[in-house]
C-alpha cells in the first residue's frame, strides 16, 4: 500500500506521500489525549463557531476541494462540488444541533432525588474512511465527534492522499484546535497499534467487509466501541403500479451516480413482470446515452473509476457472472480511453448459483431481476448478505412504505432517489455493519451516557431492583 494521487482519467502519478512515522503516530495520539482533557472543560458553544467557520472554509475552497477529489479518484466535476456543499451542509447542522442534542436528558424514576443522563466525550476516535467520498466520509464522524469534544485521527484511503490532506487543512485554517483531526498515512499495522492505546476509545470504519472484519476485530480485542458502514447490494423494487416515468428517470442515475461506486448504489434491480421489458429497454437508452471523458469537464456524463485494480477486479466479477450463466443485454465492451473506463452494463437472468447473486459489484454494472408478485419481490430483496439501502416505486406511496418495512435494510426511500442528509441516520444490518452516522443517532455513536442521580438526603427505605443497605457496624 502506497499513498499516492493517481488521476484515473489519464493513469498520470500526481503525487506521492511518505507513510507516518511512529514519532508522529505517538505525537498524534498525545495531541489528541491532551485536546480532550482540554475539550472537557470547554463550553460546546465555542465549538460550535469553530464548526461553521469549518463550513464556512469548505465553500470558500469549494473548487481546489472539488478539483483534488476529481483527481484523486475520478468523479465528475459536478459530482466532487456537491460533495463540497453536502459537508459544509453537515458541517452547519452538527453546530446549529450538536448543543440541544447533548443536553442532559430526565429520567422519570422512583429513586430518590433527580435523575438525569449526561453526554460526555470519551476520547480519541480513530477513522478509517474510503476513497468514493473523501469528504463526506469524514465528516460524517468529524462533525458530531467534534461537537462533542472527542479529538480524531483519520486514516484515509491510500488513492486519495491529497483530499484527505486538504480536508485537514481546512479544519485548521477554521480555528480548530491541534489535534481536532490529525490526517496521518498509517500503515495497517500502525491502524491496530493506534486502536490498542489506552487514550483511543472509539473506531469508526467505513470500507469494505474485508477492512471491517480486520478493524471490528482489532477494536473488539481491545474492547472499544466501533461502528461499522461495510458495503451493500441496494434493491431497487418496482411494482406493478409504479409511475414508469418517474421510474426510468430515476433508476439509471440510483446505478451510475460516482459511477457507481457507492454504497447505497442501486445495484438489484427487481422489477415486476407486467413492466419489466419496459424497464430494461429504458434502462439500455439511459445507458447508451452516457458520455465518458475528462471528468473535469461538465459535458462528461460517465467518468472513470477510481482505480486500475477496482477496474481489473468489477470485469474479473462480471465475466465470472457471465461464465455462471447471466445474460448480457448491454455492456461489457471497450472504451477507446486511456483511463480507467469501464462500460455500464445490464445484467439479467442471474439464478442463485451465480456468484453475482450474493457479491457486490462496486461499479456500473445493474443486475435486473424479474418478479412476479409482490411477496416474491420482497423475498428476492432480503435474499442477500447485505442490508444498507433500499429503494421502493410504488403507485401509492403509502404502500410502498408498507413494501419498505418488509425490506431488511438500514434505509429504504418510496418513490424517490436514495439521499443524504445530516439530520437523516445513516447504516445498514447484517453484512453492511452496525451503528449509525448522521443524525442524533450519529451524535452519540461515541458518548459516555452517564447517568446522575443526586439528592439532599438518603432515603433508605427507597431501595429498588434487590438492593440492600449494609450497616457498616455488622
Not at 22 to 47: F, P, V
Not at 158 to 166: D, G, I, V, Y
Not at 217 to 231: F, Q, V
Not at 412 to 428: A, D, H, K, Q, R
Amino acid at each position: 500500500m502506497a499513498y499516492r494521487t493517481v488521476n484515473p482519467y489519464n493513469n498520470e502519478v500526481v503525487k506521492e506521500y511518505p507513510f507516518a512515522t511512529e514519532d508522529e503516530l505517538q505525537s498524534a495520539l498525545a495531541t489528541g489525549h491532551d485536546l480532550y482533557e482540554m475539550m472537557k472543560k470547554q463550553d460546546i458553544s465555542e465549538r460550535a463557531k469553530i464548526l461553521h467557520n469549518v463550513a464556512s472554509k469548505l465553500r470558500e475552497h469549494s473548487d481546489e476541494l472539488a478539483r483534488a477529489c476529481t483527481i484523486d479518484m475520478g468523479k465528475l466535476i459536478g459530482e466532487s462540488k456537491g460533495e463540497v456543499e453536502l459537508v459544509a451542509i453537515i458541517a452547519d447542522w452538527f453546530a446549529d444541533h450538536g448543543e440541544d442534542l447533548l443536553k442532559p436528558e430526565k429520567i422519570d424514576t422512583i429513586a430518590t432525588g433527580d435523575a438525569e443522563i449526561q453526554h460526555h466525550a470519551t476520547g480519541v476516535v480513530m477513522m478509517v474512511e474510503p476513497w468514493n467520498f473523501p469528504y463526506y466520509q469524514i465528516m460524517r464522524v468529524f462533525a458530531p465527534n467534534f461537537m462533542v469534544g472527542n479529538p480524531m485521527i483519520l486514516k484515509h484511503a491510500a488513492n486519495t492522499p491529497t483530499s484527505a490532506k486538504m480536508f485537514a487543512d481546512v479544519v485548521a485554517e477554521a480555528g480548530a484546535p491541534k489535534g481536532s483531526l490529525t490526517n496521518l498515512f498509517l500503515s495497517y499495522d500502525q491502524v491496530t497499534e493506534a486502536i490498542d492505546d489506552p487514550r483511543v476509545q472509539g473506531v469508526a470504519l467505513t470500507g469494505s467487509e474485508r477492512g471491517g472484519t480486520a478493524v471490528a476485530g482489532a477494536a473488539g480485542k481491545a474492547l472499544k466501541k466501533n461502528t461499522m458502514e461495510l458495503g451493500g447490494m441496494d434493491p431497487f423494487v418496482v411494482l406493478g403500479d409504479a409511475n414508469m416515468d418517474d421510474v426510468n428517470d430515476i433508476a439509471w442515475r440510483a446505478r451510475i451516480y460516482n459511477t457507481g461506486q457507492v454504497c447505497t448504489s442501486s445495484k438489484r434491480f427487481i422489477v415486476m413482470d407486467n413492466v419489466y421489458d419496459e424497464f430494461v429497454e429504458n434502462l439500455k437508452k439511459k445507458f447508451a446515452g452516457l458520455k465518458p471523458g475528462d471528468p473535469m469537464d461538465p459535458k462528461t456524463t460517465l467518468a472513470p473509476m477510481n482505480t486500475e485494480k477496482s477496474k481489473n477486479k468489477l470485469q474479473k466479477q462480471l465475466d465470472d457472472a457471465i461464465a455462471a450463466g447471466a445474460k448480457v443485454v448491454y455492456g461489457n465492451e471497450p472504451i477507446d480511453l486511456p483511463g480507467q473506463f469501464f462500460m455500464p452494463t445490464i445484467l439479467t437472468d442471474i439464478d442463485k448459483d451465480n456468484p453475482a447473486y450474493s457479491e457486490e459489484m462496486f461499479g456500473p454494472i445493474a443486475a435486473v431481476y424479474k418478479v412476479h408478485s409482490e411477496q416474491e419481490a420482497i423475498d428476492l430483496a432480503n435474499d442477500n448478505p447485505y442490508g444498507l439501502g433500499g429503494i421502493v416505486f410504488a403507485g401509492d406511496a403509502d404502500h410502498g412504505a408498507e413494501v419498505a418495512s418488509q425490506i431488511e435494510t438500514g434505509m429504504v426511500f418510496v418513490n424517490n432517489f436514495m439521499s443524504t442528509l445530516p439530520e437523516l441516520p445513516f447504516g445498514g444490518v447484517k453484512l453492511s455493519g452496525y451503528g449509525r452516522e448522521m443524525s442524533h443517532i450519529g451524535q452519540m455513536a461515541f458518548v459516555n451516557e452517564q447517568l446522575i442521580v443526586k439528592t439532599d438526603k438518603p432515603n433508605m427505605g427507597n431501595l429498588a431492583g434487590g438492593l440492600v443497605a449494609l450497616d457498616p457496624q455488622e
